[in-house]
């Protein structure tokens, strides 16, 4: 079974740091972009980053670059998101999704986790 | 930044059809992609390339692209169809970006 398993959220006071992880099984992980994405309780979807199958290219939404740091292993099948100078308006779900084959700017969006919440309050 | 926009809601009948729009400056040069999200669940792709059905995704569901709008057509809407419906493309500098989100009414 294709499966995407978050883990790491918690609550955080401003300022402070946070690592989430992702493990995922079922499907050749270093074939496939990465991608990790927040929802805001009661809002939409925000692409927040994403990597190459190798982690050549990386991507970030404006809104945490240079905060913000996504990494993979592939050996052990996993994805991160290291989460720095965490703001109040960074509590959100965060998902992780598996993206298209290789390249983080191509590809659906076809397998998504359950999610991990991050709430940053003091 | 670059956006993509969606109304806010739409309702239907059972049975009857929904249309759900996205549109963008750059969607005539970039793939759409939609998204069903029910409370409380992730996000499935329903819709990839603009028009192309996932595997498992039912045959009502279908997608159209036509310059700067993307719509997706739910035809024979059921009652379990109800959800937040996501649009999804790329910038010009190939990030990701998300419309606001329809949600679907069945009444």
């Known amino acids: 079974e294709v499966q995407l398993v978050e883990s790491g959220g918690g609550l955080v006071q401003p300022g402070r740091s946070l690592r989430l992880s992702c493990a995922a099984s079922g499907f050749t992980f270093d074939d496939y972009a990465m991608h990790w994405v927040r929802q805001a309780p009661g809002k939409g979807l925000e692409w927040v980053s994403g990597?190459?199958?190798?982690?050549?290219?990386?991507g970030y939404a404006d809104s945490v670059k240079g905060r913000f740091t996504i990494s993979r292993d592939n050996a052990k099948n996993s994805l991160y998101l290291q989460m720095n100078s965490l703001r109040a308006e960074d509590t959100a779900l965060y998902y992780c999704?598996?993206?298209?084959?290789?390249?983080w700017g191509k590809g659906a969006f076809d397998i998504w986790g359950q999610g991990t919440m991050v709430t940053v309050s003091s | 930044s670059y956006e993509l926009t969606q109304p806010p809601s739409v309702s239907v009948s059972p049975g009857q059809t929904a249309r759900i729009t996205c549109s963008g400056d750059a969607l005539p040069k970039q793939y759409a992609y939609w998204y069903q999200q029910k409370p409380g669940q992730a996000p499935v792709l329903v819709i990839y390339?603009?028009?192309e059905r996932p595997s498992g995704i039912p045959e009502r569901f279908s997608g159209s692209s036509s310059g700067t709008t993307v719509t997706l057509t739910i035809s024979g809407v059921q009652a379990e169809d109800e959800a937040d419906y996501y649009c999804?493309?790329?910038?010009?500098?190939?990030?990701?970006?998300f419309g606001g989100g329809t949600k679907l009414t069945v009444l």
């Open positions: 990597i190459s199958w190798n982690s050549g290219s990386i």
């Open positions: 999704a598996k993206g298209g084959a290789y390249d």
């Open positions: 390339k603009d028009s």
């Open positions: 999804q493309s790329a910038d010009s500098s190939g990030h990701w970006v």
